[in-house]
């Protein structure tokens, strides 16, 4: 077992986070013993519970069934989730416990952070992209019509419970759409200040063939990067006051591709690698790099074989992204790639995004 720590100064909060390989039952087994008899809520993906719900034996008097998709974290499943757990009369002494990708962890975080004002919840990712980046770092939120996570709440767990076992179900897209979070980190390593150096761009080019076949070892070692670097950043900034901008690359352009076509035609991952391509272009237009790095990174893009994506009308896709969160009143804010493995800050206008 690999065991790292989360420790959020402003908060005096430290949290453990566990990648284990394990069966379902024991992973249950731990989670109730590190619960030390509180009550819970568990919210999980019906794909999870269709598959793993009978191994994992939780009782259905406590169970949330999340449907799956972007489109189900909404005002209304959230609202449900609180309702759930005002009738268990869970109290701020209980907890809510969140099985399944980013979209449970995003919403059932979210409810957590405002049942009572707040009580414990902890994360068990069930997809690459909730194991290696969404379940570590406290963002918690829900969408609304007017784009994504623009209702939500920094709001950490109080442990996170990893097991590379739940990937070998997961279907092929999902698998690709938390590479390409993967791949976003290789980008950012270096601006990420971590302690240790990882060589994530170069793990992924030697294991490109054990990662692609969903190797145990292999996926636990690539977990364990990402979670470091992710670490790293959120403990210098937790809410996004500055370092943590960085981990936004590819993201901006990719809400924008997502919200066009209504969250229904391509991943999120699909979409942030879209994302990436679009700010190396940009990086490469501005001239904050040369294209020998752009050919580089689009190298190492190719070897994972993501889902290619039409172009969209760049004004409409300007429009968007100026309603993004992080947007000014005025200008677009990009994190782009400056060198290798290291990207900035820029805020575009219109006009400089366009030409």
Known sequence: MIELC????????????????????????????????????????????????????????IKFILKDGEKEKN???????????????????????????GVVGDIAGFAASTYMRGIEYIQVPTTLLACTDSSVGGKTAIDTQYGK????????????????????????????????EVVKYSFIEKSCKCDEDLNLTNFLSEKTTDILNR?????????????????????????????????????????????????????????????IKFAFNLAVKRNLIDKNYKF??????????????SQFNMEKMVELMQMDKKATSKNVVFILPTDYSTVDEFQLSPDEIIC
């Open 6 to 61: 989360v420790n959020i100064k402003s908060q005096n909060k430290n949290y453990p986070i566990y990648i284990e390989n394990q069966n379902a039952f024991a992973l249950k087994e731990k989670l109730i013993k590190f619960l030390e008899g509180k009550n819970f809520l568990v919210v999980i993906s019906e794909k999870v519970e269709k598959l793993y719900g009978k191994e994992l034996g939780f009782d259905k008097s």
């Open 149 to 180: 996570n623009l209702i939500g709440a920094f709001y950490q767990p109080d442990a996170v419970f990893i097991n590379p076992k739940f990937l070998k179900t997961l279907d092929e897209r999902q698998f690709k759409s938390g590479l390409g």
């Open 75 to 101: 005002f209304k499943n959230y609202k449900k989730i609180l309702e759930k757990a005002l009738k268990m009369k869970l109290t701020r002494h209980d907890a809510i416990v969140a099985i399944g990708g």
């Open 215 to 275: 190797d145990e070892k292999t996926l636990s070692k690539l977990i364990e990067i990402c979670v470091k670097l992710k670490i790293s950043v959120v403990e210098k900034d937790e809410k996004e006051s500055g370092l943590r901008k960085i981990l936004n690359f590819g993201h901006t352009y990719g809400h924008a591709v997502e919200k066009i076509t209504n969250y229904k035609k391509y991943t999120h991952g699909e979409a942030v690698v879209e994302g």
């Open 296 to 309: 580089f990174a689009d190298d190492v893009i190719k070897k994972f074989r993501f889902r290619e994506i």
